[in-house]
């Protein structure tokens, strides 16, 4: 599906903020084991490279699934990267974003417990009350959609609220969501020298999957990094 609300690929000029998906995958293309784990696919360069994306972004948003497999705290690590932020008077770590529909998102997750910083949990009209009334003592609350959350809507929200570049940290359901749905503007993707394997473990996007009518991508830069390669593409416009 195209997306109408896009006015070319600056961020200044679009009703929704500027996106772009950051991940590591395996060479066969898996960013998870098949138990769903978080593994280490790249080295320390391809993390302070994370770090510095994190640190000039926004915003960062995962899905709820990402959160409750790998329990991230999307905090910046750099403590050179947090004074920078600071003396931008900007807070150490961007703003959190969960997209978590049903407000599953754990009191004890660690986008809480670590780094200061704004929390937003982006739920749907079917979150049970009482959860959203907890987290809501720990984050922002977002409601939008009806069964699970309306992520047009939720971007047009960020960029009301001052959020200009987002930086989306998977997983493979959420990036097809905003791939097929042409909300991406961007992808890096780490490719590692190692093969996971598994018919189902998560690759870079799940999601139903296309028959026909793929989304195509331009390549902006490809790069060895480490033992693995360090790719950057733009996402064709489907208009
Ligand atoms: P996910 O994409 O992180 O989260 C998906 C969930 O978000 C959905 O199941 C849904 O759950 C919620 N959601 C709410 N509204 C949505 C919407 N409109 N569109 C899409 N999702 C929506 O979960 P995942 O696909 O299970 O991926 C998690 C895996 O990816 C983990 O194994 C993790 O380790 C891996 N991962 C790897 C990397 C990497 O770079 N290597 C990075 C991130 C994650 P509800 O309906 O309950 O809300």
């Known amino acids: 599906m195209a997306n109408p609300s896009i006015i070319g690929n600056d961020p200044g000029k679009s009703a929704r903020p500027f996106v772009f998906i950051n991940t590591a995958m395996s060479a066969d293309g898996k960013i998870a084991t098949i138990e769903r784990r978080q593994t280490r696919i790249s ?22 699934g990402t959160l409750i497999s790998d329990n991230p705290s999307l905090t910046v690590k750099s403590k050179e990267r947090k004074e920078k932020r600071r003396t931008r008077g900007l ?7 969960v997209v978590d529909s049903m407000a599953r998102t754990p009191a004890s997750s660690d986008i809480f417990l670590k780094g200061e910083g704004k929390r937003i949990i982006a739920v749907s009209k079917s979150a ?11 984050a922002d609350i977002i409601c939008l959609g009806e069964k699970s ?7 047009f929200e960020l960029k009301k609220r001052g959020i200009n570049r987002l930086m989306v ?10 791939i097929s749905n042409g909300l991406v503007d961007e992808i890096y993707t780490f490719v590692g020298n190692i093969i996971i394997g598994g018919k189902t473990a998560p690759t870079l996007v799940d999601g139903e999957g296309y028959t026909c009518d793929f989304s195509s991508l331009a390549i902006i830069s490809c790069e060895r990094l480490e033992d693995g390669v360090l790719l950057k593409w733009k996402v064709n416009s489907k208009l």
């Open 169 to 178: 940290e998977g997983g493979a359901t959420l990036n097809w969501e905003l």
């Open 149 to 155: 959350v309306d992520l047009e809507k939720l971007l």
């Open 43 to 64: 080295g320390s360069l391809d993390f302070d490279r994370m770090d510095e994306l994190r640190t000039s972004s926004d915003a960062i948003m995962v899905g709820i």
């Open 91 to 97: 807070s150490e770590n961007p703003p959190r974003i």
């Open 128 to 138: 049970p009350a009482e959860k959203v009334k907890n987290l809501s003592k720990f």
